[in-house]
C-alpha cells in the first residue's frame, strides 16, 4: 500500500493520478466521515448521535412499528442536525471528477444529500434519504419539511393515517438498490472508499467486490481502516483537504 500526504510525497501523487486517469470506470463509496466537514457528525464518534440514543432502542424497524413516538425522538434529533447543512470541499471534489467523466457513482452510506446538493447525478443511497417521509403500509412518500422535527405529534400519512417515517433504513430493514449498485461495481476498476470504515454490511463487502475482480482501492481516511492488502493507495487526512488535492491533480495531469 502507498500512502500519500498532500504536499509530502508527489511521486506516489503522481503514481496514483496515473492509475485514476488509466481507469476504466471509477466509483466512491461514502460514508460518514465525508459530511463531518458540514457540520453533520458521525453517529459513532463521541457526541454523535449514538451517544444519545441507542441504536437498539430507538433506530430499529420493530420500534417504529411499536412505538413510533419514542421512534420520532431520534428522528427530530438527527433532522435538525442535517437542516441547512452544505456539501462541503470533499463533495465538490467529488462532484468536479464526475464532471470530468472519471467518477461514474457514488454508492453511500449518507442520508443527507449532500452530493447531490454538490453536483453529483449518479448517486445510490444505500440507506435511503432523510429528505422525504414514507408510509411503510401503502407506499405514499412526501417532500420533509423543518417543521415536521417540531411538530407535538408525529406525521401521518395522508392516505391510510398510518404514523409516518424518514425514508431512511432502520435496523432489520433491507438495505436500498444493493443488486443495482453489485451490477454496477462489476463494470468498475476502481473505487475510492472515503470517510468510511467499510465494516458494517453489506457495504463493507463492496471493496471486496471490487479487488476480487482485480480492481484497484483508492482509501480516504484519517487513519487506515480496510483489512491489510486491500488498499492499493492511502490517501492520509482531512479530507477537505486530501480530495480537493487530489482533485485538482487529476485535472492539472488530464
Known amino acids: 500500500m502507498k500512502t500519500i500526504i498532500p504536499n509530502y510525497n508527489e511521486e506516489y501523487l503522481n503514481d496514483a493520478v496515473s492509475t485514476f486517469t488509466s481507469a476504466r470506470a471509477v466509483a466512491a463509496l461514502t460514508g460518514a466521515g465525508i459530511s463531518v466537514g458540514s457540520g453533520i457528525p458521525d453517529f459513532r464518534s463521541p457526541g454523535g448521535l449514538w451517544t444519545k440514543f441507542s441504536p437498539e432502542e430507538y433506530a430499529t424497524i420493530d420500534v ?45 452510506q449518507n442520508i443527507d444529500n449532500l452530493h447531490q446538493s454538490a453536483g453529483n447525478r449518479f448517486v445510490f443511497e444505500i440507506h435511503g434519504d432523510h429528505q422525504h417521509l414514507q408510509c411503510i403500509h401503502c407506499g405514499f412518500v412526501e417532500p420533509v419539511e423543518d417543521k415536521h422535527y417540531y411538530m407535538d405529534t408525529i406525521p401521518t400519512c395522508d392516505g391510510c393515517n398510518q404514523p409516518l417515517k424518514p425514508n431512511i433504513v432502520l435496523f432489520g430493514e433491507e438495505v436500498r438498490r444493493l443488486e443495482e449498485i453489485n451490477i454496477f461495481l462489476q463494470h468498475c476498476d476502481l473505487l475510492m472508499v472515503i470517510g468510511t470504515s467499510a465494516k458494517v454490511y453489506p457495504a463493507a463487502g463492496l471493496p471486496g467486490l471490487v479487488k476480487a475482480n482485480g480492481g484497484t482501492i483508492f482509501e480516504f481516511n484519517m487513519d487506515p481502516t480496510l483489512p491489510a492488502g486491500m488498499s492499493d493507495y492511502f490517501f492520509e487526512g482531512d479530507l477537505s483537504v486530501t480530495l480537493p488535492s487530489f482533485g485538482n491533480a487529476v485535472q492539472i495531469l488530464k
Do not use: C, M, S
Open 64 to 108: 417504529f412499528e411499536q412505538n413510533p413516538e419514542k421512534a420520532w425522538g431520534l428522528y427530530r434529533e438527527l433532522g435538525k442536525g442535517l437542516i441547512d447543512k452544505q456539501p462541503n470541499k470533499a463533495h465538490h471534489a467529488l462532484a468536479g471528477l464526475e464532471e470530468l467523466g472519471y467518477l461514474k457513482g457514488i454508492v453511500t
